[in-house]
């Protein structure tokens, strides 16, 4: 139990907005320094680990609460967080730079624990998890990825199908305006087909896409109406901050890869050479386990403190903070992942087989 508490170490990012925010001047930027500065120097130094937990282990970690406290502890620091920050452009005392700042470092969050962590909640099955993961994604006006993430990308990843998976040479600022605008649309599709087989109508509040919108209309009025509609049009502003993190994170973790279509036109079953692998303990810890997104997509039910490396993977040759300001300058991106994905797809095996 002891060496699990090192996971309480991914509330740095959240306590770093809170200096953001109550300190302010040049700490309204504390976030971006920890997430993009600190964190990828210290991962060059750190080494990674590619150690699975035995059987025993993973029971273990599986029956133990402390992981899922973990998680749901970022509800309330998230609106915590947020009530913080509208309160503080309220008061009208900000310098320019400080709002800059804080909204830099609070959209940041959004994606970091607000985001990622409803990912994780998302794929739990039991209505209190289900209901954080939206209250969570509703910080970032995403509400509608819990629709898309899971029955439209793990379906489709690694294909053109799937508008979260960028393709070999696309430009990180053309695939957001595509994986946005696309995944949007196919949320609404997945719900439409959902409704149709329950014989429920599409227009009707049984349709959750309705229901998100007018959640998100309802929050941004509510925010507006309490701190003034500044603040409101900067709740827009960390929402879009927030799902960019989102979508620079799908961006790294399947670029380039691709599912072989069979004969028979279906495509080949999803597998852990599917998705860049990242074992850099820090990132692990600060995302809660998802670098290792290999074993996620190979199995989707298993809960963070037990996904595994495999050997067969391919392997981000830095860690996903790294990794994301990498992707921001496509060139230098393009210079050294375009040599990775060329590499790793003459070494492929496409029979892997799970250990």
């Known amino acids: 139990m002891m060496k699990d508490l090192k996971y309480l170490s991914a509330y740095l990012l959240p306590l770093s907005v809170v200096l953001s925010i109550y300190a302010g001047g040049l700490w309204s930027f504390s976030t971006f320094v920890l997430a993009f500065i600190i964190i990828p120097t210290l991962e060059f130094t750190l080494p990674g680990t590619t150690k699975n937990f035995d059987e025993v282990e993973e029971e273990s970690r599986l029956q133990s609460r402390f992981f899922d406290w973990l ?16 309160f503080k452009i309220s008061t009208g005392l900000l310098q320019t730079y400080e709002l800059v700042g804080m ?20 794929h739990r099955q039991t209505w209190y998890d289900q209901m954080m993961s939206k209250t969570l994604l509703l910080s970032s006006l995403y509400m509608h990825f819990i629709i898309e993430h899971n029955f439209g990308h793990h379906k489709n990843v690694a294909t053109d199908e799937d508008p979260a998976s960028s393709r070999f040479g696309e430009y990180i600022y053309a695939f957001f305006i595509r994986s946005v605008r696309d995944s949007y649309l196919s949320a609404w599709h997945l719900e439409h087909q959902r409704l149709r087989k329950a014989g429920h109508k599409i227009l009707s509040w049984q349709n959750q896409m309705i229901r998100f919108q007018v959640i998100q209309l309802i929050y941004l009025i509510l925010i507006g109406w309490i701190f003034g509609w500044f603040a409101a049009v900067l709740a827009v502003v960390v929402g879009v901050i927030g799902f960019l993190m989102l979508e620079t994170i799908n961006y790294v973790e399947h670029y380039g890869l691709r599912r072989q279509k069979l004969d028979s036109g279906r495509y080949e079953k999803v597998q852990p050479h599917h998705s860049w692998n990242s074992n850099y303990v820090l990132g692990r ?14 199995k989707a039910a298993r809960k963070y403190q037990v996904l595994r490396h495999f050997d067969k993977s391919p392997q981000l040759p830095y860690g996903y903070p790294a990794s994301m300001l990498l992707a921001w300058f496509p060139p230098l991106w393009f210079k050294i992942m375009n040599k990775e994905v060329e590499k790793y797809n003459r070494q492929q095996t496409p029979d892997l087989q799970a250990a």
């Open 103 to 122: 909204t830099i470092s609070v959209g940041l969050i959004c994606g970091a624990i607000g985001i990622n962590v409803a990912h994780e909640l998302g």
């Open 71 to 86: 998680l749901w502890l970022n509800v309330p620091l998230l609106y915590f967080i947020l009530g913080s920050y509208f």
């Open 285 to 298: 810890i600060m995302l809660y386990e998802l670098t290792r997104h290999s074993d996620h997509h190979f």
